[in-house]
């Protein structure tokens, strides 16, 4: 069972409520001992008013953990999803590509802390509402990145995003990696193939998309996590529900029509196998899936 469309957050000018949550795990995984941070972002902090964080790393691994039992599986992927995207951007860079794309960037700091790809390009694709809550913020703590490109943009309106990217100095004719986390399950069905078709006329052959996906189970209630149902009520109570679903078999079929080919596909449980370190300090609940596919 779909939920129906209603207005977000976004749409009566507030900042997503989910980019700030996502921003305050990532802040506070920055604080724990350096051994055990899944993550490490170090900016994520600027996004929060002084004192408003744990202030040592007993108090954050406390929190996290306190987070993780209400939110099994969510701590995991909300970091680790980024593991597995830098992974796939640095390699993509050795390779040769100059361009990367983050849609729905939220307070998302890769294009700070990620340096090494140093001929890299970036542009942000958010919500209006929230891009200017992230660059206001930037600006206060005095932070800002010559590389990136912010461009606004609500993926509901219609507005095409070839046309949004390439106003911005986007080259179509040049490889890029693509990195779409934590957006696709807060789309209609028909925005989320909308716009991985025109990422499919848009990327050039040999370009790298990184996205993750809200299994449909969840949305129509017959996961067996119950945590991801009560999170379900929660979002759509916030005005931010979830509006699609893909199974493994789905993801790479849309990829397929779409002019994708897969390459890789991780669960949770991959996540945190392959980026969790030998004591990780989350849980593994398997209800989403991150796939890495290839323009064809």
Known sequence: ?????????????????????????????????????????????????????????????????????????YTAMILLRHRCFQDHLVRAAAAGAEQAVLLGAGYDTTALRLTEPGRMRWFEVDHPSTQRDKLAALTRAGVSASSVEYVPMDFESGRSLGDALIGAGFDRDKPCVVGWLGVTFF??????????????????????????YMDQ???????????????????????????????????????????????????????????????????DDDFMGVVVAERS
């Open 1 to 73: 069972m779909l939920i129906p469309h209603q207005p977000t957050r976004m749409s009566s000018g507030l900042a997503s409520h989910t980019a700030q949550r996502v921003a305050e795990v990532r802040a506070v995984d920055a604080i724990v001992e350096p051994g055990r941070r899944l993550l490490d972002d170090r900016y994520a902090k600027i996004f929060f008013p002084p004192g408003s964080l744990p202030s040592t790393p007993g108090e954050a691994m406390d929190w996290l953990l306190a987070n993780d039992r209400r939110y099994g599986g």
């Open 187 to 212: 789309l209609r069905p028909e925005a989320f193939q909308n716009t991985l078709a025109e990422l499919a006329a848009l990327c050039a052959p040999g370009s790298t998309l990184v996205f993750d």
């Open 217 to 283: 189970s969840v949305l129509d209630g017959t996961t067996p996590y119950e945590v991801a149902v009560r999170t379900n009520r929660e979002m759509g109570a916030k005005g931010e529900p979830y509006l699609s679903g893909l199974t493994p078999e789905t993801a790479d079929a849309v990829l397929r029509r779409a002019g994708f080919e897969t390459v890789a596909q991780f669960r949770v449980p991959d996540l945190v196998k392959n980026h969790g370190g030998p004591d990780p300090y989350c849980v």
